[in-house]
């Protein structure tokens, strides 16, 4: 099995080849794909995107970076929707369980109005390269094998990389090698283990 390291140094190459930003994989299926990696590498791998997206999007090549941190969008939504305070509010007095429903409720995320999806899908343009993370942040709220199913409709041009604190296995999601998150079979693996 490779470092996390030594896979990380694999990101790069993989990403500038010709194949992956044609966002077709084998068969013409669409082209997402998934970095797993221990949880206990998430800090190695924050660094690692931050450098990924400086030397691509500082590049003269027509082709950006586009990170969506998972936890990051629902906060914002919260906080955009005036129900911060409210939240917080909730949770204290009536615990986490009735703030976790309410807050998928307002993300409408087994909708066609699913929120997390419209704000990625909003900001994506051609020759981007979207990056997902904040998976093991935004979790229970959001499942990853959710957010892949209602991304797969509307993003079709463009190469997706899921960044998971877990196992994938080519089928099966595993957060923090524990939680299983569901199958996922569109998927590939961008760095195998």
């Known amino acids: 099995m490779a470092s996390i390291e030594k896979r990380l140094e694999q990101i790069l190459p993989k990403i500038k080849e010709e194949s992956f930003m044609e966002s077709k994989g084998l068969g013409n299926e669409i082209g997402f794909y998934i970095f797993d990696y221990d949880p206990e590498h998430e800090m190695?791998?924050?660094?690692h995107i931050s450098f990924l997206k400086d030397k691509i999007n500082n590049n003269t090549r027509p082709i950006e970076i586009m990170e969506f941190d998972l936890y990051e969008i629902i906060i914002n939504v919260i906080i955009e929707k005036g129900y911060f305070d409210k939240t917080v509010d909730m949770e204290k007095q009536q615990g986490s369980?009735?703030?976790?429903?309410?807050i998928k409720k307002m993300l409408r995320l087994t909708s066609d109005?699913?929120?997390?999806?419209n704000k990625i899908s909003n900001k994506v343009e051609q020759n981007d390269i979207i990056f997902l993370t904040g998976?093991?942040?935004?979790?229970?709220?959001?499942?990853?094998?959710?957010?892949?199913?209602?991304?797969h409709p509307v993003i079709e041009d463009n190469p997706l990389v899921l960044f998971f604190p877990g196992k994938y296995d080519g089928s099966e999601l595993k957060l923090f090698n524990e939680i299983e998150d569901d199958?996922?079979?569109?998927?590939?693996s961008l760095v195998p283990r």
């Open 44 to 47: 190695i791998v924050r660094d």
């Open 97 to 102: 369980n009735k703030v976790l429903k309410a």
């Open 113 to 117: 109005k699913n929120v997390i999806v």
């Open 135 to 151: 998976v093991g942040k935004a979790w229970p709220i959001v499942r990853s094998h959710v957010v892949l199913n209602n991304l």
């Open 183 to 188: 199958h996922y079979y569109r998927a590939f």
